[in-house]
């Protein structure tokens, strides 16, 4: 139980274009999903709180116009990354949160999705 | 908001030895403080965690001891094996349902 899944895996766009990542809770429903981003060998900076029927929360510096989060179902939120540029490669990973009984109230990460902008 | 750090950044350990792997938080209001596992590529896993109305958590090899007070909270492996070789992260978190704050991530190898 608790699976989280992420589609693409991976992804290569031309720069300029828009991508969308989808982030599902496949067994589970999730209020709350989270988008984090890491680079190469670094740590995973969180970058949104993503709430279903609601407008995501951002992290100060993160541009809410740039990197578009809905959360239209329990089981779904998705990462629009519009007019991507080279500097926008990652690796990026949501988690969800399984809530309800105590002892599984944590937060399950996805796969990931390497975006590589050209 | 919450600054979490992490040491150290890469760590080797024989096969058979203790690895400790340490964090320090700067946010009182937080209280719940897992670890993760990350294998190259690969998703975060969840190994170990930790509320703040608890000092030690154990779960066989593994083990986390947090002290409130200080503000931090350390990842112990005994016995460590060769498939404990990973990056390892800290995080800290007002609670379980709360966005996560990671650390900058330990590179453990354990040499066999």
């Known amino acids: 139980g608790a699976v989280v899944s992420q589609h693409p895996s991976w992804v290569i766009c031309k720069s300029g274009t828009s991508v969308k990542i989808e982030c599902r809770s496949l067994?589970?429903?999730?209020?709350?999903m989270f988008w984090y981003r890491q680079f190469p060998k670094q740590s995973l900076m969180l970058m949104a709180t993503?709430?279903?029927?609601?407008?995501?929360?951002?992290e100060q510096g993160v541009e809410k116009d740039k990197f578009l989060i809905n959360h239209a179902s329990l089981t779904l939120s998705t990462l629009t990354v519009t007019s991507a540029h080279p500097e926008d490669s990652s690796f990026y990973i949501c988690?969800?949160?399984?809530?309800?009984?105590?002892?599984?109230?944590?937060?399950?990460f996805g796969p990931g999705t390497r975006l590589t902008v050209l | 908001g919450e600054n979490v750090e992490q040491h150290p950044s890469t760590l080797s350990v024989q096969e058979g030895d203790s690895a400790v792997i340490k964090c320090t938080y700067s946010?009182?209001?937080?209280?719940?403080f897992p670890w993760y596992k990350q294998e190259l590529g690969k998703r975060p896993q969840l190994i170990i965690d930790i509320r703040s109305n608890v000092g030690e958590k154990k779960d066989q090899r593994i083990a986390v001891t947090l002290n409130k007070t200080a503000k931090h909270f350390s990842l112990h492996i005994t016995e460590t094996q060769p498939e404990d070789s990973a990056v390892y992260f800290c995080?800290?978190?007002?609670?379980?349902?709360?966005?996560?704050?990671f650390g900058t991530g330990t590179s453990l190898t354990v040499i066999p």
């Open positions: 995080a800290a978190s007002w609670s379980t349902g709360n966005q996560f704050y």
């Open positions: 946010d009182s209001a937080s209280n719940y």
């Open positions: 993503s709430n279903e029927g609601s407008k995501a929360t951002y």
């Open positions: 067994d589970f429903q999730a209020t709350t």
């Open positions: 988690s969800a949160r399984l809530a309800g009984l105590s002892f599984t109230d944590t937060q399950y």
